[in-house]
């Protein structure tokens, strides 16, 4: 069946250090999207793409979706504690009625 | 602007018991809703997804039910209750039929004695 894979699973960095989290889905995807979810909390949207090779910036994150819409990236610059939590990708299925999440990658923070 | 609400926060409840989460949309109409569960330090396992009134789909088949008794509320239940059914429950909203961003509730967490 359709998969979201990411990688890697766990991440520790020293703060001011980067960070990079990749996402590739067994099919081609309409949009993938991104969320984090701070522990103790809830998944939150960050962010969706749709078209081939975009890249989008929100402050020191950058997202893209890869040119054959099968793969997508989440890299962090100089990292800060705030930046603790898991981090998921999702794609649509196939009939468009539900998301296939990844499994996330959590990042720990240390000061 | 669209609001979640998810209920209890919290939960404990003995092997063998029923169950009953609600969740409510507020702010908007026709939304899709989901319900997940997420085991501790794990990712998301969709349990159920309603397109509308009465509609209910089931990704896994287990001892857990859901209805969709009105346009904006989703409830998850069960008669008995596993140990294995501990875990963070969460609610979702998304609008239309394309795969768009879901909005999560905060969750409750259950845990099964």
């Known amino acids: 069946g359709q998969q979201v894979m990411q990688i890697p699973q766990y991440q520790h960095v020293q703060e001011g250090e980067d960070f990079t989290t990749y996402c590739n889905s067994s099919t081609t995807l309409s949009n993938i999207q991104w969320y984090k979810q701070r522990p103790g909390g809830h998944p939150v949207f960050l962010i969706q793409?749709?078209?081939?090779?975009e890249v989008k910036k929100q402050k020191r994150l950058t997202f893209q979706f890869g040119e054959a819409k099968k793969n997508s990236s989440l890299h962090i610059t100089a990292t800060q504690t705030t930046d603790v939590g898991t981090y998921f990708c999702?794609?649509?299925?196939?009939?468009?009625?539900?998301?296939?999440f990844g499994k996330g990658t959590t990042l720990s923070v240390s000061s | 602007s669209q609001t979640i609400h998810q209920w209890p926060a919290t939960l404990v409840q003995p092997v063998g018991s029923p169950l009953s989460l609600e969740c409510t949309v507020e702010g908007t109409s026709n939304p899709n809703l989901y319900w997940y569960r997420q085991a501790a330090g794990r990712g998301l396992q969709l349990l159920f997804y309603?397109?509308?009134?009465?509609?209910i789909s089931s990704e896994v088949p287990q001892n857990l039910s859901a209805s969709r008794p009105q346009d904006r509320q989703f409830i998850l239940s069960s008669k008995k209750l596993l140990l294995s059914d501990s875990g963070f429950y969460l609610c979702a909203w998304s609008q239309g039929l394309t795969g768009q961003p879901q909005h999560f509730g905060d969750g409750t967490r259950l845990s099964i004695l």
């Open positions: 999702a794609g649509p299925n196939q009939a468009g009625t539900a998301l296939i």
């Open positions: 793409l749709v078209k081939s090779g």
């Open positions: 309603s397109v509308g009134i009465g509609q």
